[in-house]
């Protein structure tokens, strides 16, 4: 369809919009900021021994793709459960578990409060543009500075990381038909990891 510039100027003011429209450019803003979320999940188990020793390991992997783009969220866990019973009166156990997780928040933290709001940006003109002529990011995506580019958000990172990790020695002692002494001793520890990066050159539109 044939484009007239003089009528389009009067409906169209914001430059980046005219110019967009007259070359049949536009933007899907679902797609910008939305993709095809999946997860995977993947677990092993080994389990066995002899009259003595019994044993038990897990070992579980998730990895998920949020639906909002550069987000995700993976986790790695082991557990071990071992028994060893050298005599009939002495048993010793452990209880064994690690565990890690990452999660990718970059695609939640697209402003610089590190806040979401999919709203306005669903709302953004069809006829903006994510790049200049340059190619380089646009901080917003028409002339009056109200509509965000929600692609500024790769060049900010957010991520935590955590590794939790615990295990739990048992000592029993069967004193007599009956009668079981047992000793727990238990130790844990967790480590967090929060990294938040925003490029200080980002001119956000606030």
Excluded: C
Aim: hydrophobic share 35%; no cysteine; proline share 5%.
């Amino acid at each position: 369809m044939k484009r007239d510039p003089a009528a389009t100027a009067l409906v169209l003011t914001d430059p980046i919009e005219y110019a967009n429209y007259m070359a049949g450019k536009s933007v899907d803003w679902h797609d910008v900021l939305l993709r095809k979320g999946n997860t995977k999940d993947i677990s092993l188990t080994l389990s066995g021994g002899t009259d003595k020793f019994h044993y038990y390991m897990n070992g579980d992997v998730y990895l998920e793709n949020g639906i909002v783009q550069h987000s995700s969220y993976n986790r790695y866990s082991f557990r071990l459960n071992a028994d060893y019973t050298p005599y009939k009166f002495l048993t010793v156990g452990a209880r064994v578990q690690l565990s890690k997780s990452v999660a990718d928040e970059t695609g939640t933290a697209i402003g610089p409060d590190n806040k979401a709001d999919f709203g306005d940006f669903v709302g953004n003109s069809p006829l903006g543009s994510l790049y200049n002529s340059e190619g380089l990011l646009m901080p917003t995506v028409k002339g009056d500075q109200f509509q965000y580019n929600p692609l500024i958000a790769t060049k900010i990172h957010r991520s935590i990381e955590t590794i939790p990790g615990s295990i739990l020695i048992v000592l029993e002692i069967k004193i007599l038909d009956g009668l079981t002494y047992k000793i727990n001793s238990f130790a844990e520890e967790r480590f967090e990891n929060f990294s938040n990066f925003i490029l200080q050159y980002i001119p956000f539109p606030y």
